[in-house]
């Protein structure tokens, strides 16, 4: 049996897979009082685990909206749970649990999660566009995710951290547009998904096209997926995407791409079983 956790800013989702087979998928809120405190979600997270530790655990994934040292297990910058900065989160877990341990950020697992339990199966190069609670993306190539370095896209909150080396042509564009998306879902309410003429989604869809503009200029990806909060709303956002895509982007290379929103539940601790199974690719 493989687990895989995702720890999100508003709750804890586990995936339970075992012979490729998805047995379960819980979701546990982090804060249920205003006494919850950063060691509660700790453990909630090691209560999580044991409530299925019966069976015996062959490894466990674990997602986090984080930059983090994946050999030490050592966890940079973590908002929402300020109390995990610099835990050697790994360690801990492979001693309560006695069992192999890996960690990555949330968007390096939804592209996991999509490739091993969405419809990206058939295809070897693709990239992920995380679109909320922040903005992240994340590439595999040749079936493998795709590092230059420690750091490569890592979430887009960090942006203070050089981590654009993968961009290597339009690298200031892609800067400056991954702080622009950041800027715009930071001022998006839940209201605005009831008016599709909200300006938000002109905006949106501009900004998302100039963003998969930089990424095909840099690589050759079979198709694009977009998740998060606001992918739920790719009709509203779709037609000003594909507009500044026509635009700028050749008709041929268009024609040859497939873009679209996510439809896989609980991606990121999907793909953090992917991390157990699939240990070459991370």
Not at 53 to 81: A, F, N
Not at 131 to 144: F, R
Not at 165 to 172: G, L
Request: charged share 25%; glycine share 6%.
């Amino acid at each position: 049996m493989r687990l895989g956790l995702d720890i999100g800013y508003k709750s804890i989702s586990m995936a339970i897979v075992k012979n490729n087979e998805v047995l379960d998928l819980i979701d546990k809120p982090i804060a249920t009082s205003k006494r919850d405190c950063n060691r509660t979600i700790m453990d909630k997270m090691l209560a999580s685990i044991h409530s299925v530790s019966k069976s015996k655990i062959k490894g466990i994934g674990l997602s986090l909206p984080s930059r983090i040292d994946e050999k030490k297990g050592v966890i940079y910058d973590i908002s929402s749970i300020p109390y995990w900065k610099g835990m050697g989160i790994k360690k801990i877990l492979e001693d309560e649990f006695n069992t192999k341990v890996w960690i990555n950020n949330d968007v390096n697992c939804f592209i996991l999660g999509e490739k091993y339990y969405g419809m990206c199966k058939d295809f070897k190069d693709i990239v992920c566009i995380s679109l909320g609670p922040n903005v992240g993306a994340s590439i595999i190539v040749n079936n493998k995710l795709f590092f230059e370095n420690n750091y490569t896209f890592y979430n887009a909150k960090c942006l203070s951290v050089p981590c654009y080396d993968c961009v290597r042509i339009y690298r200031s564009s892609f800067i400056r547009t991954m702080e622009e998306l950041n800027f715009l879902l930071k001022g998006y309410k839940d209201d605005m998904a009831d008016n599709p003429d909200h300006e938000i989604w002109a905006d949106l869809g501009i900004l998302v096209g100039r963003l998969v503009s930089i990424l095909l200029c840099n690589y050759d990806p079979q198709v694009i997926v977009l998740g998060g909060h606001l992918a739920k709303h790719f009709v509203h956002f779709s037609e000003s995407m594909d507009r500044y895509l026509e635009k700028f982007i050749h008709p041929q290379v268009l024609l040859n791409m497939i873009i679209f929103a996510s439809i896989v539940d609980h991606q990121q601790a999907l793909g953090a079983t992917a991390m157990v199974k699939q240990q070459i690719l991370v």
